[in-house]
């Protein structure tokens, strides 16, 4: 396990103990330790009961027979259930005081806004579903999107929720290739996307991408562009379909289609151990009550409320926290298009502060950024209005931890750092900001429901103050039910590594108080600004280059990102080692992955470090990114020369 950005030292080090203030436990919906433990112990003791209870709380088409079916590993929650994800973030509160309440404050980057009451938002969606029903999109069939931070967004999930098309989101940063790869997995009909969308004054050209990717994916019947930037787009006609025009002539209603509880809500495609990315696949009923009450409890959330979540909807945070878990509460969700230093480092605040904002949840990446741009940028603003903070998607370190609570949130405002992961579909471990104390650098404690634990390859237990593997023991609502079109991956990769339990992949730490203190992957997965990538899928974008013989790609420690990227790479006979041969590598991953997996170095080496059956020591490559003396075991080291050039070099 050489992947912790905090050893145990500095983790050991870290007593402070952050209780949650007497006024804001007083308010809140898990006021003490002493509720929490009993929410949690009757989770743990009957989860049936428990999550049958939250569930009540929601609308149901037709009612569950039985909460939880469960043939390891494969769960069915809330079975024989029938309900819609789209009619409890919206339909629902249409008959109560909330129709003219705020879902949606969104703000672009140039610097509009706009808003969507809940009964506008139904009212956009319905138009929305029955346009893609006219077009032949029915139950079961998937849609991809390729969007940016626009409304139009959240608008084509709840329509594709609405009618049982499982939406397949890929995160705009991602290249034609990789949009490509990941359409035609899902085998999508329609993929929905705009001319452009607004990233540090610059215009990102989706429909441009989308138009490489088109070229490669038979499924494709139409593309839905949405007019954002208005630049200059070319428009297939017959396949691309302007969303303005569609839209025009349809109904502000459209019936919701009651789906049976597991009927598959969205695929999102993640990085994995292997070359290949995951489709992880949610599924209706068990991930409406997981983001429901998890954004219920963890955020404190309530009717008065403006919760920002930063994320892009591209990924899991921005599904469950700007979407789902949030509408389904009935709370106001606040969404930004564009970049946090636009048109200067302050907008952020800003933002905050035009709002009036009360919870704000980032990552510690964009933390760190912040301390790095200078305090004077938050100072100038008024953020009294914020009473919770949140990060997520990566261990934030103390120092940053600190700043945030203090210069962001006056000393005043609890930290949830909230541990979970695109598998797990909602936070599975996270204080509650009116019950637990906190202490920075750690997750805290399991959420309700959750069980978890730190164990040995053999699946024991390791107990107290001693690192291990981190893994969840039993099944949750929100969990993925498999792997899109591969039960067989689902199975070996999170169910076979410590039998008959769920492994994530994560190192961690359970100390005396039961609080864990996550370490970061021991797999081959790094986690870059607080998105996953592969190791080996860049390894495989460097590789396809004619010049490359073969690349070892590791992380090594960052200031900033948590961790950048390191490209060992030997090049095919008589290629000449060029400085422009590497940034034409590096232009090349661009190319078939994306801007996110550009490597920061590439170093060519004649040889890489292998084992003796012939394997890449990663680990050793690690090291010597990390500029770390190697304390590892090298005795089944081939050739020992190659890492002392290695070495060498970096002198
Ligand atoms: C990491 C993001 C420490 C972890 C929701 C996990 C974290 C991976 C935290 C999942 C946290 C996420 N503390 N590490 N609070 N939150 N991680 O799938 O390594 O993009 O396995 O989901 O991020 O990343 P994913």
């Known amino acids: ?43 743990k003791d009957d989860p049936e009961g428990f999550w049958g209870e939250i569930g009540r709380e929601l609308y149901w088409d037709a009612p569950w027979q039985r909460v939880l079916e469960w043939e390891s590993p494969f769960a069915k929650w809330f ?82 929720a609405r009618i049982g098309a499982p939406h397949s989101i890929v ?43 088109l070229e490669k994916t038979p499924t494709i019947e139409h593309c839905i562009v949405y007019r954002r930037c208005g630049n200059h787009i070319a428009m297939r006609a017959g ?43 949610h599924t209706t009923g068990g991930y409406l009550v997981g983001t429901y009450l998890t954004s219920k409890w963890v955020f404190d959330l309530k009717d008065e409320d403006t919760f920002w979540c930063t994320a892009d909807i591209g990924w899991v945070t921005g599904h469950s926290y700007i979407v789902y878990g949030i509408l389904a509460n009935g709370a106001t969700s606040l969404m930004y298009e564009g970049a946090p230093n636009t048109p200067d480092p302050g907008r952020f605040w800003k ?42 998607g990566e261990p934030i370190n103390p120092e940053a931890w600190i700043w945030y609570h203090k210069t962001i949130g006056k000393e005043r405002c609890p930290i949830v750092d909230t541990w979970w992961q695109t598998e797990t579909g909602c936070i599975m471990i996270t204080p509650l900001p009116g019950a ?36 969840i023991t039993r099944p949750w609502p929100a969990m993925l039910r498999t792997i899109y079109k591969d039960p067989e991956r689902y199975k070996t990769e999170y169910w076979m590594h410590i039998p008959g339990v769920y492994f994530t992949g994560d190192g961690a730490r359970c100390d005396k108080d039961g609080y864990f203190w996550i370490m970061g ?18 390894e495989s974008a460097l590789v396809s280059h004619e010049k490359v013989a073969e690349a070892a790609v590791v992380g090594k420690p960052d200031e900033i990102k948590g961790q950048a990227l390191e490209a060992f790479v030997t090049l095919e006979g008589g290629v000449a080692p060029t400085e422009a041969l590497k940034e034409a590598l590096k232009e090349h991953v661009v190319k078939e992955i994306g801007a996110i ?5 590439i170093r060519f080496t004649e040889n890489l470090p292998k084992t003796r059956s012939g394997k890449i020591m990663r680990r050793l490559l690690k090291d010597i990114a990390a500029g770390s003396q190697t304390v590892q075991d090298t005795s089944t080291l081939e050739d020992f020369s190659v890492l002392a050039r290695l070495r060498e070099e970096e002198e």
């Open 1 to 43: 396990m050489t992947d912790q950005r905090m050893d145990i030292d500095t983790i050991l080090k870290e007593d402070r103990l952050f209780p949650p203030p007497a006024s804001f436990s007083a308010s809140a919906h898990v006021k003490s330790m002493a509720e929490y433990e009993a929410h949690y112990n009757k989770a």
């Open 79 to 160: 079975v024989g259930g029938k309900t819609n994800l789209s009619y409890n973030c919206l339909d629902r509160h249409l008959n109560t005081w909330r129709r003219n309440k705020a879902a949606l404050i969104w703000e672009g980057e140039p610097g509009e806004t706009r808003i969507f009451t809940y009964q506008q938002l139904h009212y956009e969606v319905c138009r929305f579903a029955n346009a893609l029903k006219r077009l032949g999109v029915k139950t079961g069939d998937r849609v991809a999107i390729y969007m940016p931070m626009i409304p139009e967004l959240p608008i084509a999930m709840l329509a594709c």
């Open 171 to 213: 995160f705009g940063g991602f290249s034609s290739e990789a949009l490509a790869d990941r359409v035609n997995d899902t085998e999508a009909k329609i993929i929905i996307t705009s001319d452009g969308g607004y990233r540090r004054g610059h215009i990102v050209p989706l429909k441009e991408n989308v138009d490489g990717a």
């Open 239 to 281: 396949r691309d379909l302007w969303w303005h025009e569609l839209v025009e002539a349809e109904s502000g209603s459209c019936p919701h289609v009651p789906l049976d509880s597991e009927h598959p809500l969205y695929i999102l495609y993640t990085s994995g151990s292997t070359g290949r990315p995951k489709g992880v696949l």
């Open 351 to 392: 933002i905050i502060e035009k709002y009036r904002v009360n919870i704000l949840y980032t990552a510690p990446t964009a933390i760190r950024t912040f301390i790095k741009w200078g305090d004077e940028w938050p100072n100038k603003y008024d953020l009294s209005s914020l009473r919770l903070l949140g990060t997520v």
């Open 436 to 471: 637990t104390p906190l202490k920075p650098g750690s997750a805290t404690r399991p959420f309700p429901g959750v069980v978890a634990d730190v164990v040995r390859q053999d699946g024991t237990s390791v107990g107290h103050q001693s690192g291990g593997l981190l893994v």
């Open 521 to 538: 992957r021991v797999d081959d997965v790094i986690n870059i600004a607080g998105h996953r990538l592969g190791t080996m899928e860049v």
């Open 597 to 601: 997996a550009r490597p920061d170095r």
